[in-house]
């Protein structure tokens, strides 16, 4: 089982930045997934889903900024971040719907300076 997210980096606030979760799981098509992130002293809140179908939700703070998205033939997750501001920087992480603890990687970290 490995779920390895990649792509985050610094940005200035309004910037962007596309995730990509590369996942060995078995039956990935039929997973709900789910980036998540964990800020600086705070607890991890998830932030976007897709379920096995492609239906989307999304954190009331990431509507319209963010877009979840997946490829079941790459075993591919992203999550293409637009508009970033400061309150954003976390470390982001994916995994399924509902998590499996076996499941969380070392995430990727996003700054985003202001």
């Known amino acids: 089982v490995q779920l390895q997210a990649s792509g985050g980096g610094l940005v200035h606030t309004g910037g962007s930045l596309r995730l990509s979760c590369a996942v060995s799981?078995?039956?990935?098509?039929?997973?709900?997934m789910g980036w998540y992130r964990q800020a600086p002293e705070k607890q991890r809140e998830l932030v976007a889903t897709?379920?096995?179908?492609?239906?989307?939700n999304y954190a009331t703070s990431v509507k319209g900024r963010f877009t979840i998205s997946r490829d079941n033939a790459k075993n591919s997750v992203y999550l293409q971040m637009n508009s970033l501001k400061p309150e954003d920087t976390a470390v982001y992480y994916c995994?399924?719907?509902?998590?499996?603890?076996?499941?969380w990687g070392q995430g990727t970290e996003v700054t985003v300076s202001s």
């Open positions: 995994n399924v719907v509902p998590t499996r603890d076996n499941y």
């Open positions: 799981i078995d039956r990935f098509r039929f997973k709900h």
């Open positions: 897709v379920t096995a179908t492609g239906a989307t």
